[in-house]
C-alpha cells in the first residue's frame, strides 16, 4: 500500500440551517484503509464472476432500500447539507431510478458486440477492470454516488467511496445500504479521508481507476494523480452553464423555469443555469417576468416542504458567493434583487439577480455555487452562440425558442456536453452525461458510461480468413 498519512483527526457534520454540530467521526486509519482496498479486492473477485442476473437482483433491493427508506434518507441529506426536503425527497427517489436502470439494462450495454474483420471470428467484449474509486461531492450526496456506482457495478467492478468531508452521515448511510440489501462484504466500501488522502489512494494498486465530481482545481490534482499512476478518470467538474432565450421564446415558461434552473439546489449545482442570455428586444420584458419568479420562491427552513431555497451548505461557500457578488456590483453591474447574506443562524444567501454584467466580472467568468443570476443582453443569436461559449467551461447549456429547427441548429454550436431546448438542464440515466473544457472529461450514464470503467476487449479467432493488409 502507498503510504498515507493521516491529514485529519475528525469529521463534522454540521447543520447549514442552525449550524449545529450534528455528529462528530474519526478518520479512517491507514490500517483501515489498507483493510478496506482487500476487502474490494477479495470481492471482486468473486464479483467480477457473477451474472447479470445476479448483480441486476441485487440492485433492485437496493432501489427498494432507497425507496423504502425515503423519509429518513431525505431528512438525512437536507439535515447534512441543506436541500429543501422535497428536493432531497426526489433525490433518493432518482438514485433508486438509476439502480433500477442499469439493472434492466447493463446486460445490454455490455455484451459482446460482433466486429467482422479478416479473422474468422471476431468480437469486442467489455470486461470489469477491479476497484473504482469515488470520490463524491456534498450538492446531491446520493444521487452523485449512484449514478457512478450503479454503472460500475453492473459491470462487475467494485467501489470504494471517499464522500465530502461535510457529509460524513450520508457516506456511512450509503455504505449500510449496500450491506442491508444483500450485497457481498466488500462490494462498495466507504472511507472517511480527507481529499489530500484520497489523491494518495490513487496510486495504490488496489486501485484501478478514479471518478471525481467536484470543483476544477480539486479535479486538476485527482487527473494528475491518476495520470501519474496511469490510471483510468472520469472527472464531472465545475460550470458556467448560458440559458439562451431567444426573441420567440415564450419568455413566460422561460422566466419560471429559468428561476428554478438557477435555484434548484439553493443553485448549488453544477448544472444549474448561470449566464442568461437574452435578446436585447425582449431582455426587458423576460427580466421583468424572471425577477417576479424569483422573488415568488420561498427561502426558509430546508424542513418545511413549501421551503423552495434553503441554506448553502458552508459558511465558506456564503463567503465567495459575497464576494463574487461584491466586486461585480463595484465593476459596475446593477442589482435588480437583493444580493447578500441574511443575518440569521445558518448559511443563507438571499436569491440574487444583477444585470448590467461584462465579460470582466466574477459573475460571467467564474462558477456561482449559490442562488445568483448574471443577466446578459446580446443584440442576436449569433452573439448569444459567442457569449455561450465565452467561458471556461462547458458542462450545461438551454436554449429558449419556438423555432425548434432553429433551436436545434443552434444547440450544435453551443460548447457544452448537454444542451436542453426550452427546458432546464437535468441528468437522466438514458443520455450521457459530462462535460468538454475546464468541465472535465469523460461520460456518466447511458451505454457511455457504463463503458467507461470497462476493458474494452477485442476478441480475434483464427484462422485468418482474408489477406492481412501490406505492412508499411
Given at each position: ?45 468473486h464479483w ?10 441485487l ?25 429543501p ?7 433518493v427517489d ?5 439502480l ?58 467494485t467501489v ?8 460524513p ?15 457481498p ?29 467536484g ?45 428554478r ?14 449566464r ?7 431582455a ?22 413549501s ?27 446593477h ?21 448590467g ?29 459567442a ?6 467551461y ?11 429547427d ?8 453551443v460548447?457544452?456536453g ?16 459530462g462535460g ?6 469523460g ?7 457504463i463503458?467507461?470503467?470497462?476493458n ?6 483464427g ?10
Amino acid at each position: 500500500m502507498v503510504a498515507i498519512a493521516k491529514a485529519v483527526p475528525v469529521l463534522e457534520s454540521i447543520n447549514p440551517a442552525t449550524e449545529e454540530v450534528l455528529a462528530v467521526f474519526p478518520t479512517t486509519s491507514p490500517q483501515q484503509i489498507e483493510q478496506t482496498l482487500q476487502s474490494t479486492l477479495k470481492a471482486f473477485r468473486h464479483w467480477r464472476d457473477q451474472s447479470f442476473d445476479y448483480r441486476a437482483d441485487l440492485l433492485r433491493q437496493a432501489a427498494a432500500y432507497l425507496r423504502s427508506n425515503q423519509e429518513r434518507l431525505a431528512s438525512l441529506i437536507t439535515l447534512e447539507m441543506g436541500k429543501p426536503i422535497a428536493e432531497a425527497e426526489a433525490e433518493v427517489d432518482k438514485s433508486a431510478w438509476v439502480l433500477d436502470y442499469y439493472a434492466d439494462r447493463a446486460a445490454e450495454f455490455l455484451n459482446a458486440q460482433p466486429h467482422p474483420s479478416g479473422a474468422a471470428e471476431s468480437y469486442v467484449s467489455f470486461q470489469p477492470i477491479g476497484t473504482v474509486l469515488a470520490i463524491m461531492p456534498w450538492n446531491f450526496p446520493f444521487w452523485q454516488l449512484f449514478r457512478a456506482a450503479a454503472p460500475a457495478l453492473m459491470a462487475g467492478n467494485t467501489v470504494i467511496l471517499k464522500h465530502a468531508s461535510n457529509v460524513p452521515q450520508s457516506a456511512l448511510a450509503i455504505e449500510e445500504l449496500f450491506r442491508a440489501s444483500g450485497f457481498p462484504e466488500g462490494t462498495l466500501r466507504t472511507l472517511l479521508i480527507s481529499g489530500s488522502t484520497a489523491q494518495a489512494l490513487i496510486a495504490d494498486p488496489g486501485i484501478a481507476a478514479v471518478t471525481f465530481t467536484g470543483s476544477e482545481a480539486a479535479g486538476r490534482q485527482v487527473a494528475a494523480a491518476a495520470g501519474a499512476a496511469l490510471k483510468k478518470s472520469v472527472l464531472e467538474l465545475g460550470g458556467s452553464d448560458p440559458f439562451i432565450v431567444l426573441a420567440d421564446a415564450d419568455l413566460k415558461q422561460a422566466a419560471q423555469v429559468g428561476a428554478r434552473a438557477r435555484t434548484i439546489n439553493s443553485g448549488q449545482t453544477c448544472i444549474a443555469a448561470k449566464r442568461f442570455i437574452v435578446l436585447e428586444s425582449v431582455a426587458e420584458a423576460f427580466l421583468e417576468q424572471f425577477a417576479e419568479a424569483i422573488t415568488a420562491l420561498k427561502l426558509g427552513n430546508p424542513m418545511d416542504r413549501s421551503t423552495q431555497v434553503g441554506p448553502l451548505a458552508r459558511p465558506d461557500l456564503v463567503q465567495t458567493l459575497d464576494r463574487q457578488v461584491r466586486i461585480t456590483l463595484e465593476q459596475g453591474a446593477h442589482l435588480m434583487l437583493r444580493g447578500s447574506p441574511l443575518p440569521r443562524y445558518g448559511f443563507f444567501y438571499a436569491p440574487t439577480v444583477l444585470a448590467g454584467i461584462t465579460r470582466e466580472m466574477p459573475v460571467y467568468r467564474e462558477e456561482t455555487f449559490g442562488p445568483v443570476a448574471a443577466i446578459l443582453t446580446v443584440r442576436n443569436e449569433n452573439e448569444a452562440i459567442a457569449v455561450a461559449n465565452d467561458t471556461q467551461y462547458g458542462l450545461g447549456a438551454a436554449i429558449w425558442s419556438q423555432d425548434l429547427d432553429r433551436a436545434k441548429a443552434l444547440a450544435s454550436q453551443v460548447e457544452a456536453g448537454f444542451v436542453a431546448i426550452n427546458g432546464m438542464v437535468s441528468a437522466d440515466p438514458h443520455l450521457p452525461f459530462g462535460g468538454v473544457k475546464n468541465s472535465g472529461y469523460g461520460r456518466e450514464l447511458s451505454e457511455y458510461g457504463i463503458r467507461e470503467f470497462t476493458n474494452i476487449q477485442s476478441i480475434w479467432v483464427g484462422p485468418p480468413i482474408a489477406p492481412s493488409p501490406p505492412k508499411k
